[in-house]
């Protein structure tokens, strides 16, 4: 059975395919070969296509007309809600309800039928078409079934050996929304398309300009299961390029956020991209299925709570991100916990109330001994000393305290003074700044853990004055968001889907971990494609920091996004990356590969995007990063429209990109320049290259001046 990927369900059929796809309806085996094929002229297929077009026709009224009654309730929300904080909530609800609801027109509603035969108790005799949301008439009877639903499960799970039920599945061709063609396969009768289905194929091999689109009409039965795992659950898959890994991350997160609607509009669902180009390319796949709460973010982005105005030395990089920096800032910040000394001493009007030195003691062991976050347990500290003096003043009076005297007393400063001493306020920033600003405080607390030479790395020739005026690095942000999540804890997420994650530090990883430390994760990446200098080499060990070391392991490898021919060529570089994962495949014999030695890099490069022109699809230009103005400027010069990453202009085919920034994107056709540029120009240059070359799902041309890199040849 063939792997789905990354992209959406509108099917764009040639019109001469059409009307074959309509004879074939139903007609081919699992064996793959047609079977006697009805004439093209059967009424009988024309009636049912007219009939699918008029289901489509009355599921989209159907759905303006639920989208219209919601738009109706939040105009009146506010008359008939109680009081403001009501009416507040209740047009956030509608609010939610009525973007859920839109319609594009250019989007099937339904991609798929399901026809129950007799065997199924529970839906004998039924038929569900099955599409991106629930639709349902006046009434209140479905006209279109979630993907999600539980029934739908048997549009992606069906087979001959297993048919659940289904006497007949039906896919639909659609064409800019219109509905162009049918192919049925009969479970019943042994009849089952697989790799053969030409509707299937062709949704997969389909052009994509653009943002990411969604894979509800083609995801295939391994997909199927992760998509459908337990809120529970955390996973990762190790998924080769072009397995859809990132496609079941989203899909996974849109079907618990159906099944578990409520309990996660509570807690959240974060998703965590490699860059913002990644995130703004799978921006759309989430509303396109209903779902438009969800969070987006990088990890840098994750843990912004200082500007980064500086970059550190690889080495020094290197060092922050390991995980012993954890042990160190904790050591650090509970060192400034100190044992009481003296006793506390209140004047209240006539009377002196006194905590002696051994209860005060007593009152900061407990509270180390409970775990709390450092701030949480100042406040504890606190709260316990005004109990200690409320105790006495109900001994002594008969009578409670007022909760004006006791906010006073927290206050007081013999309460607050002895805090200072023995239990300080610390900020996150500030704890950093004193660790890498003084010699003796880093070596106290690094202790055992770092050398002479790894604290000589850490500490700042000429600290800054203070944490504010401090020109912090991307690293430091980590380990101030380290902190932080030792003085308080943050908030966590009901479930994380985290991509590209071959790439995280195990502090980035332990960032994500204080996020979703009472949720689900769901761990996507391919260790082959880790080009950080402290990208994994063994799942285990990112899990473990992601406080999920029980989370199974699941490879993809085999996909259609990427042909066949591009996927040989990029796996010669696997022996090279010691990393232990399997080498991917294909099932698609379609696409080019075409590389060549050239004289003149530029404009062979130009003369290759002029070709790909006059195909359909993307284009992009990847090189190494300080190639690409060039590159850039060359194409304008050239008269063709170019855009970038980041910046994607309307009607730009043509993308030039930085082979750093190319992670986790697509192309249908792919012009690399100069890999032996892209190798040099990092220590894991070959691992870029390797997802520089995947990038392509049409037609891969390298173009080389320089000789290719050894692996390659």
Known sequence: MTLATDQQSTDQQSTDQQSTDQQSAGQQSASGPNVDPQPAQDPGLDEQLAAERAHLDGSRTALRRMRER??????????VAGDPFAAETLGRTLSRRVAELADDPTTPLFFGRLDFGQADPDHAGRRYHIGRRHVTDEIGEPLVLDWRAPVSRSFYRASVRDPQGVATRRRFGFANGVLTSFE?????????????????????????????????????PEQDELVRAELAESICVQGAPGTGKTAVGLHRAAYLLYLHRERLRRSGVLIIGPNRAFLSYIAAVLPALGEVEVEQSTVEDLVARVPVRAVDDPAT????????LAEVLCRALWGYVRKPEEPIVLSDGSFRWRIGADALRRVVDEARRE??????????????????????????????????????????RPVAGFLDEVWPAVTPEGLLHSLFSD???????????????????????????????????????????????????????????????QDLSPMQCRAIARRSEHGSITLLGDLAQGTAPWAARDWRDSLAHLGKPDAAVVPLTVGFRVPAAVVAFANRLLPALAVDVPPAESLRRDGALDIRTVTELTAATVAE???????????????ADDAVDGLR???TDAGITTATVDDVEAGARVTVVPATLVKGLEYDHVIVAEPAAIVAAEPRGLHRLYVVLTRAVSRLAVLHRDPLPDPLT
């Open 184 to 220: 049925d396969e009969h479970l019943d009768r042994g009849e089952e398309l697989g790799t053969t289905s030409r509707i299937l194929t062709a949704e997969i091999e389909r052009p994509r300009v653009g943002p990411m689109r969604d894979i509800v009409a083609t995801i295939q």
């Open 371 to 412: 775990g709390l976050p450092y701030g949480t347990g100042r406040e504890r500290v606190r709260a316990r000393v005004v109990g200690l003096l409320q105790q006495q003043v109900e001994a002594r009076r008969a009578e409670s305290p007022s909760d004006t005297w006791l906010r006073r007393t927290g206050r007081s």
């Open 317 to 324: 990089a290197a060092l922050k991100h390991d995980p012993r």
């Open 633 to 635: 400027a060359a194409l």
């Open 70 to 79: 919601a738009e109706a309730l939040f105009a009146t929300g506010a008359q």
């Open 609 to 623: 995007v002029r070709a790909a022109l006059a195909h359909d699809g993307s284009i992009a230009v990847i090189a």
């Open 439 to 501: 010699p003796a405080l880093l070596a106290d607390a690094a202790g055992d853990l770092l050398t002479a030479e790894e604290q000589a790395l850490l500490l700042w020739a000429k600290p800054a004055r203070t944490p504010k005026a401090t020109k912090w690095t991307a690293a430091d942000a980590v380990l101030i968001d380290e902190a932080a999540g030792l003085v308080e804890r943050p908030a966590s997420f009901g479930h994380v889907v985290v991509d590209e994650a």
